[in-house]
């Protein structure tokens, strides 16, 4: 157990004109999770969950986002490694996105699209966001 790491990170649920942003990876996830995801990455030292989702999605998008709330977490567990994250709600404050090179691709799609790209479990994740979502009655 002494060479067991952890990772923690940050992904957002952004919604656009009731869409949501996906991106997608130049390689498929390690996780066995496809080439769609949501955009998001690893804190880095010093930093809070909030600093780390404005940095990434900023470096892989170019969006500015506003933060919502934190909506979901979750775990993966590997051998010798455990990733820790944490979904946020977010909305963007401009919509050119531009993809850094982590990315080939990114569209928005609707609720009913989504589970076309997204992994069972992440989609789950999702739309349960979108309920709450639509139920706080926020304009984009």
Known sequence: MENIKFHITVKAIVIYHQKILIL????PSSDGLGYWELPGG???YGE????ALIREL???TGLDIKI???VYTFTAIRPDYQTVGIGFLTIPTNDHVQLSHEHTDYQ???STELLQYIDKKIYDDIIMTLKEYE???IVD
């Open 24 to 27: 997608k990876r130049v390689r």
């Open 108 to 110: 928005f799609v609707s």
């Open 68 to 70: 919502i709330k934190p």
């Open 58 to 60: 900023k470096e892989e």
């Open 48 to 51: 809070t969950p909030h600093e």
């Open 135 to 137: 139920s706080m009655h």
């Open 42 to 44: 690893g804190l880095e």
